[in-house]
């Protein structure tokens, strides 16, 4: 059973950054997609961004497209979101997480194994 543990989390004025990081357990980590998705108050639970097991494709929430970069080091078994020009609507508990299968893409990812969640607060 891998472990997952988010980083890097909050507070932090509209327009500014934050580095997450999600840090896996295992020596399999290089073979699987793994995302970032995040839940605010009152709402369903969210993709944020998948990048594939080779780091060669990656997916964005349209909302975050152009200020969110995910990335993946496959060495230190630890994936990234860097979100810059965030802004209040940015606000929620981001979780990463694994695909169930190992080596699937982006697009037929199934994520099944969750981190605790790390808190993302943007003031106006």
């Known amino acids: 059973q891998v472990q997952l543990v988010e980083s890097g989390g909050g507070l932090v004025q509209a327009g500014g950054s934050l580095r997450l990081s999600c840090a896996a357990s295992?020596?399999?980590?290089?073979?699987?997609?793994m995302g970032w998705f995040r839940q605010a108050p009152g709402k369903e639970r969210e993709v944020v961004a998948a990048i594939s097991w080779s780091g060669g494709s990656t997916y964005y929430q349209d909302s975050v497209k152009g200020r969110f970069t995910i990335s993946r080091d496959n060495v230190k078994n630890t994936v990234y979101l860097q979100m810059n020009s965030l802004k209040p609507e940015d606000t929620a508990v981001y979780y990463c997480?694994?695909?169930?299968?190992?080596?699937?893409?982006?697009?037929?990812?199934?994520?099944?194994?969750w981190g605790q969640g790390t808190q993302v607060t943007v003031s106006s």
């Open positions: 997480a694994r695909d169930l299968k190992r080596f699937g893409t982006v697009v037929d990812a199934s994520f099944g194994s």
């Open positions: 295992g020596r399999t980590f290089s073979s699987y997609t």
